[in-house]
């Protein structure tokens, strides 16, 4: 009886260790770069006008920065100077701050 299951474990294992080289499942290829590029002064320009509307408020103010931030560039001066311009609006010195400090150069 041993001897038995000896034989059916060992065709068992025999089986199981072959390989299937016949078989070879598709590779899937994605394009991600279907989407308009955008050009460095349409950045520019495009948080110039969002940190430039005069019905801003300190939500969308600190929504903008945050996502300025997260693409995890500095800012040209030009957004700089428009989104500092939006908190002189507002009247927030601690937005204005935390933006001086985002952008801060340490040597």
Do not use: Q
């Not at 590779?27 to 520019?44: I, M, N, W």
């Not at 495009?46 to 995890?72: C, Q």
């Not at 560039?73 to 400090?101: G, T």
């Amino acid at each position: 009886m041993f001897r038995a299951l000896s034989r059916l474990s060992t065709a068992g294992f025999r089986s199981l260790a072959r390989t299937r080289t016949g078989y070879s499942a598709p590779l899937a290829s994605r394009c991600y770069s279907r989407g308009k590029v955008e050009t460095d002064e349409e950045f520019d320009s495009r948080w110039v006008t969002y940190f430039s509307k005069p019905d801003i408020d300190a939500w969308e103010l600190r929504k903008g920065m945050n996502t300025l931030i997260g693409y995890d560039l500095v800012p040209e001066p030009k957004i700089l100077d428009s989104a500092l311009r939006a908190c002189r609006r507002l009247n927030d010195l601690a937005s204005a701050i935390r933006i001086l400090e985002a952008v801060k150069v340490n040597p």
